[in-house]
């Protein structure tokens, strides 16, 4: 074959033309490759982040792309950032730690207007944290949507997870013509805006530590939030909350767990114990129910002390090493590796060589 001056231009205009084209599609598949919550699988609208606060905090944007802003109450409640005193928060990774340190809490009932985004699907995600208390039942509240609906009850934060661990509530809920569907109920949108309200209740103060409206594919909340979430907004309560005291009891004295290696009972001891024993047989029945009442008392200030104690000497031995985990890290499904976005790269060339091949040919 005989290269002419015009066989030569039309191969060059022709090979310009795919260059060009190879380039719009090798630009748009890595632009998906790269959309933090697009799902391949789903046909549906990617999640849309309407609004985001970090209550009592400055702004920040979390492992999944979610931007929270600061808080923007200022003369409403208490902005607190107590939480920074504790080593480390369980549950969530260290990334995050910082929306679960700080908070919102006050006196009386409160909440935040927010904005909506038309009809559609959302997903509410609340994050609390216990950061003070260390046993249940000590601050107990609910959560009010729109002025109307109780979509979290009679939430015991530590009863759920325990001290310094996070403790997510996810929400769902549909809004259509203006309205507000959950669980059956509806409510009007006014003006646009939603309200969030912590309902103080008996027992001490409401408090939010964060909180995210997602709208779209609900679906993809799941995945994107990992498994750290607890949906309660449908069956029954707990009332009884032994069985999850426990839970969390043994995940705390994780830390404590040679509390009898580092103070054992000597022979002394012992014998003193058995004195006493005896000593209590001597006594009448209301004395002896009262004795037992201050051994009590004495042994659980002797916990309290023992344990503080061993939380210290824990954080002093830690000090130059890595910081403690609270169990694996989750993994971030959206996470993007080198090979998931060299990927469709690979798959553009290996369908652009057999085309410049041909177009060589003519």
């Known amino acids: 074959m ?30 998906l490759a790269a959309e933090p919550f697009h799902d391949s699988d789903s046909s549906a609208n990617p999640l ?29 409640g208490i902005a607190s950032d107590y939480g920074k005193h504790l080593l480390m928060i369980g549950r969530v990774q260290e990334q995050d730690e910082v929306l679960y340190r700080t908070e919102r809490y006050h006196t009386t009932t409160f909440g935040y207007d927010f904005p909506a985004d038309g009809d559609g699907d959302y997903a509410l995600i609340m994050k609390f944290c216990e950061v ?30 325990g001290r310094g661990s996070a403790h997510d509530e996810i929400i769902y809920f549909k809004i259509s013509n203006g309205r507000l569907h959950y669980e059956g109920e509806t409510s009007d949108v006014r003006n646009g805006k939603l309200r969030l309200d912590f309902i103080k209740g008996a027992l001490d103060n409401p408090k939010i530590n964060a909180f995210a409206l997602l709208k779209g594919d609900i679906s993809q909340v799941a995945r994107l939030h990992g498994t750290e979430a607890s949906d309660r907004t449908s069956g029954p309560v707990n009332k009884d909350g032994n069985a999850k005291f426990r839970a ?11 509390q009898k290696e580092l103070s054992p009972k000597t022979n002394v ?14 006594l009448e029945p209301e004395e002896r129910h009262q004795h037992q009442l201050d051994d009590s008392e ?10 503080q104690q061993q939380q210290q000497h ?10 403690p985990i609270s169990g694996p890290r989750q993994p971030n499904p959206y996470s993007m590796d080198d090979s998931s976005i060299l990927l469709p790269v690979f798959i553009a060339i290996g369908a652009f060589i057999p085309l410049l091949f041909c177009l060589c040919k003519l």
């Open 248 to 258: 969390n009891q043994q995940q705390q004295d994780r830390v404590v767990r040679s």
């Open 269 to 282: 001891d012992e014998d003193d114990d058995y004195d006493d024993d005896e000593d209590l047989d001597d």
């Open 314 to 323: 824990q954080q002093h031995a830690n000090g130059n090493s890595k910081r």
């Open 298 to 307: 004495d042994s659980l200030h002797q916990h309290q002390q023992q344990h």
């Open 48 to 76: 849309k982040v309407v609004y985001a606060v970090n209550a009592g905090g400055d702004e920040h944007t979390d492992r999944n792309g979610i931007h929270y802003e600061a808080d923007p109450l200022r003369n409403v």
């Open 2 to 31: 005989t290269w002419t001056t015009e066989s030569y231009l039309q191969a060059s205009s022709r090979l310009y033309i795919c260059l060009i084209v190879f380039s719009c599609c090798l630009g748009q598949l890595v632009v």
């Open 132 to 161: 003070y208390f260390d046993a249940p039942n000590r601050k107990v509240f609910d959560v009010l949507l729109n002025r109307k609906h109780t979509v979290v009850k009679q939430l015991d934060i530590y009863d759920q997870v």
